[in-house]
């Protein structure tokens, strides 16, 4: 009943920078509860954002990385910056609404020369 779609992502040379987007429709829910995580080749799945609220910021992964919404567009930013090859990555949105965990299809970012 909810739906999120990820989009933003691509090939970012080092030290470049990209915004993620999470579109989200279906059931209306708090936008604050959505989550960004990623998961690289032979990882495990992190956390790369705190939540948010009604548009606030919140530094994540030692402030490299920024969350922000935009509620008249049901959309959740996430504003990546310094980006390193380590950052390499498929990029989820993830939220967990009535009990019921939903997520995204990811977007890939490659962070590469």
């Known amino acids: 009943q909810v739906q999120l779609v990820e989009s933003g992502g691509g090939l970012v040379q080092p030290g470049g920078s990209l915004r993620l987007s999470c579109a989200t429709s279906?059931?209306?829910?708090?936008?604050?509860?959505v989550g960004w995580y990623r998961q690289a080749p032979g990882k495990q799945r992190e956390k790369v954002a705190p939540?948010?609220?009604?548009?606030a910021y919140r530094d994540a992964v030692t402030g490299q990385f920024r969350i922000s919404t935009d509620v008249t567009k049901r959309t959740v930013y996430l504003q990546m910056k310094n980006l390193r090859p380590e950052d390499t990555a498929i990029y989820y949105c993830?939220?967990?609404?009535?009990?019921?965990?939903?997520w995204g299809q990811g977007t890939l970012v490659t962070v590469s020369s």
């Open positions: 993830g939220v967990n609404y009535n009990g019921v965990e939903y």
């Open positions: 279906g059931i209306a829910f708090d936008l604050s509860t």
């Open positions: 939540g948010h609220s009604g548009g």
